[in-house]
């Protein structure tokens, strides 16, 4: 008698019905979708930020760079375009002698260049240092100034010449 009550017990009990199956399972498979797009979401903004991130310190280093290029140029005079000087500044250039060669700085639609010759007037390949929001090159009397400003905010090298 014991074993015909177990079973009648078994047929009795309700077990899940495959609605309440499914629903649980779309419900458990929504939740993983919306936390798989936040999770990916977050990964993609921290990227964007460690890449502006080491953007904004290249273009900066490369400024600090391009100073401390102009400081330690050569001194001695050359004349260019019927200037005889030891650093030419006209409008997006600017050429400077060291170690025997000739640099070109140049802005070309807001981003700056470096050109290297040996002599004049070819100058080789240009490399790109920086691209800026807005450059620019002034030169009053005895100092160089190079204006820059790069994601809002602006910045001003200061050099004697």
Partial sequence: MGKSRDIKNVIKQKGYLLVEVLISMLI???LVS???VFL???AI???VKKNSQKMDE???FALEKVKVELEDR???EFDYSGEKTN???RGNQIIYWKNRIFYKLEIVNKKLYISEVSGFPNFGNR???GEYEDINFEKIGGILAIKSKYLGKSEIIILSV
Avoid: P, Q
């Fill in 34 to 36: 919306v936390i798989a």
């Fill in 127 to 129: 490399s790109l240092i």
């Fill in 87 to 89: 650093l030419f500044v």
């Fill in 40 to 42: 990916k979401r977050v």
């Fill in 28 to 30: 458990f498979s929504v």
């Fill in 45 to 47: 903004i921290e990227n």
């Fill in 58 to 60: 290249n273009i900066y």
């Fill in 74 to 76: 050569d001194l001695e």
